[in-house]
């Protein structure tokens, strides 16, 4: 069986990986200097090449096509490009693409299928933006709403104190913040309500315990 790379020429927009290319039919010019990298992108095994100076920003928007995961301002200060590494929140400004071999990666693209069926796809979060007037020009939404997820698997009932504290990480230019917050803590009624990825709940929490254990880590969020 042939392993497959992705193709250089990913399709803005799209909300599923590009389309595979095998190694052996890869021009030699294109392996060359690069690494092979085998990750898990929104469920799907994904394997990508990548120069080993290339962050997982620029390989998920320009290779992969998943351009719902926005760049701002590039050094992990605003938040915008926050993705779900391993359930951690991680700037994927900050994360080189090589060091997403074999691991576990969401974007706002794969959002709304971590609520299951029974949401019409669409996640409590996103529909409590989308209800609240949570968002305007929607550069900051997908980081806000990849780093909330992680707060609601971490702790389903978060207070405001503690909404606002965890998305400390993440700059909005428009709403002021008041909307975003009362999203979240809606969101989470929500999802306590449903049982809307409760599995993931326990998940999280043990992800974090063991986060909190290891002590900072190479790569984080601010």
């Not at 997982?56 to 992969?64: I, S």
């Not at 993931?200 to 002590?215: I, L, N, P, S, T």
Request: glycine fraction near 12%; proline fraction near 6%; aromatic fraction near 2%.
């Amino acid at each position: 069986m042939s392993t497959n790379v992705s193709s250089a020429h990913g399709v803005s927009g799209r909300a599923n990986p590009a389309q595979p290319i095998p190694v052996e039919a890869a021009p030699a010019a294109l392996l060359r200097g690069k690494t092979l990298v085998e990750a898990t992108i929104n469920g799907v095994p994904t394997p990508f090449v990548c120069e080993p100076r290339q962050t997982l920003l620029e390989v998920l928007r320009e290779q992969l096509g998943l351009t719902g995961t926005k760049e701002g301002c590039g050094n992990g200060n605003c938040g915008a490009c926050c993705i779900l590494l391993d359930g951690q929140p991680v700037n994927s400004c900050l994360v080189l693409a090589v060091e997403a071999q074999g691991r576990e990666i969401l974007t706002i693209e794969g959002l709304a299928a971590t609520a299951g069926p029974a949401a019409g796809g669409v996640h409590p979060l996103q529909q409590a933006f989308l209800e609240h007037g949570a968002l305007q020009c929607g550069i900051c939404t997908p980081g806000f709403l990849m780093a909330a997820k992680a707060l609601l698997d971490t702790n389903p009932r978060p207070t405001e104190h503690e909404a606002r504290r965890w998305l400390a990480g993440n700059l909005c230019r428009c709403t002021g913040y008041d909307k975003i917050i009362r999203a979240v803590l809606d969101a989470a009624e929500r999802v306590a309500a449903d049982g809307v990825g409760s599995d993931r709940v326990a998940a999280g929490r043990e992800a974090a315990a063991a986060a909190q254990m290891a002590g900072p880590e190479e790569v984080d969020r601010q």
